[in-house]
């Protein structure tokens, strides 16, 4: 049997391409999801950050959504009645005080996941990492908790409030595909 001068080189480009597409594989924790086509990726890794996708902002916005996935590592990133508490207190009501939200909890794939959902003035998230705190008006942050096997994955989908409604089946799109890797 003869082999082609091509098939060691092909073998091999097959490879590494099946490597490289494994490393881009959206997974972390021993969860995988999938992402909105229309959602862009962006490049790059930051600290705490599994993915970051942004959302183009909706006609009579002028700012995009912003959906990240975030995984501390297993045991670290708080509690989830303690994220609950601190994404209600970056959307605050136009009385200063934090806005309404209204909180879920459901089983997808055998995995508890909560959600919550807000509109207000945004705050973000503050703190020692962030020069200033701009206050964005009109948002809403739309969050998910996936408990997996490998620690809490945290969702947090925030942005103009009309883009985040046009947006928000793709974000359960996204929820909803969170299941454990095989």
Partial sequence: M????????MRILSAVLLLVASSLAQSVAGLKWTAPAAWKAEEGSRPMRAATYTV???????????????????GQGGSVEANLDRWKG?????DGKPAEARTAKRTLHDLPVTTIDSSGDYSGMGGPMTASKAVHNNYRLLGAIIEGPGGNVFL?????AKTIAASQSD??????SFEKEK
Wanted: net charge negative; charged share 15%.
């Fill in 171 to 176: 974000f359960e799109k996204l929820v909803n």
């Fill in 90 to 94: 970056q959307i605050v009501a136009p």
């Fill in 2 to 9: 003869r082999v082609s001068v091509y098939t060691l080189p």
């Fill in 56 to 74: 183009a902002p909706t006609a009579g916005d002028d700012a995009n959504a912003e959906c990240v996935v975030y995984f501390f590592g297993a």
């Fill in 156 to 160: 947090k989908f925030t942005g103009p």
